[in-house]
């Protein structure tokens, strides 16, 4: 666990933040494959390209177990649903989706809309 903090990226422009929720199957194989598919070296460029291609600046995605938590930046004008439906028709989109389905705890053929839940900030610090 890194007690240090992570470092985030800074921009030229004001951004906003998503920030969303996934179980995974509760199963320590399935999870550790699950980790393996998003690493840097596993993780598909197509995938990556189609992240940037909508607009999104920065995604993060940690771990606890088996439940997940994303951030997603973007800038200020970003339309989520445009974005979210544009990223679905992406090259070899629902192939990955397929694919991280059966880490997931989700519908069959969930788009990763339907799969990461929004949630809903209830604190802030600043302002």
Known sequence: MKTEGYKVKSYSQPV???CQTLSLRD????IEAYR????????WPEIRA???EVGILEMEI????SKLFMIVETPLNFDWDKAMA???????QAEWEEYVAKFQ????GATSDEKWQ??????????
């Not at 544009?86 to 070899?92: D, S, V």
């Not at 929004?118 to 302002?127: D, S, V």
């Open 86 to 92: 544009k990223l679905a028709t992406l090259p070899r």
């Open 105 to 108: 705890q989700c519908a069959e």
């Open 118 to 127: 929004m949630m809903e900030r209830m604190f802030y610090l600043y302002e």
């Open 50 to 52: 189609g992240i940037r």
């Open 27 to 30: 199963n320590p194989e399935l």
């Open 36 to 43: 393996k598919a998003h690493s840097k070296e596993e993780s």
């Open 16 to 18: 906003k933040r998503y």
């Open 62 to 65: 940690y771990i606890l177990g």
